[in-house]
């Protein structure tokens, strides 16, 4: 009997920085209610998914930088997410900005959590690769401070039994780097569930903003095939408080070919039935690593970033 998940990715258009948590809640029960209609059993929401991608300023009040963070998970805000998906029996996985306190130590980190279908957290990760840089830079038109607001995650990539599947999640720059699937491909996983805000204008090399699009794909395309699992990527997409973001969700098979993808920049749904036993026709032949894998050759990489 095929193991299938129906999956959702639900795209997420710009999210101004004056729209309120409730506000954003409202449109993203509408995707649920819309991935109800097409019988999903989960629904994967884009990184920072509650607010506007705040990182984009620059901010040195560390009350106001706070504003931008869930200190509790649920919360009032996203509790009718949590009862959604009990009433819908469907399960969601959420982007959001994490406060939390540990031995009096407070912490901050760019979060994702998958929430089960009985409404529980069932799952963490806190966002590894963390882009941009920690200091106003003058040269940019708009700044991308996550060096500065979040911390490196602390749990590692972590893959966790739910839905009568192995899945996994990173979160936006994470894709770009070949080791965060490869981690969770180690692990069997089947599914990797991921949200990004990417914006098209790259400050530091311009010449590449017309491959936003492609390398988006080309990463998580490779991240599918090389590990032969499914991946869900959901954007924050459009014109956000006048920074063009790419759109691009998809849904990508173990062989790496998108199955679904979004057309607009705006909040859209797009739904797979994933055949999760798929992953095997890969991860037993072409990328067995029992049989084909050499780690006594790999030593650099998992050394210094300096390689040497
Ligand atoms: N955003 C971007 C990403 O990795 C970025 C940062 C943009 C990197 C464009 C390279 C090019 O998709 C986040 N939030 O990581």
Redesign the pocket.
Known sequence: MARVLTVGAAQLGPIEKSENRASVVTRMLDLMNAAKRKSCDLVVFP??ALTT?F?RWYMTDQTEIDQWFEAEMPNHDTEPLFDMARQSNMAFHLGYAELCTKSDQTHHY?SAILVDKDGEIAAKYR?I????HDEFDPDRDFQ?L?KRYFETGDLGFPVFKALNSTLGMC??????WPETFRMLGLQGVELVMLG???????PR?PE?DHL?DF??HLSVQAGAYQNGTWVAATAKAGCEENCDMIGGSCIVSPTGEIVAQCETLDDELITWNCDLDLCQTIQKNIFNFELHREPENYGLIARSTKGN
């Open positions: 990184e920072l991608f990182p760019n966002k690769h963390l882009p941009g991308h996550e979160i936006c720059n994470d894709r770009r990004y805000n990417t914006p098209v204008h790259y090399a590449h936003q390398h988006n």
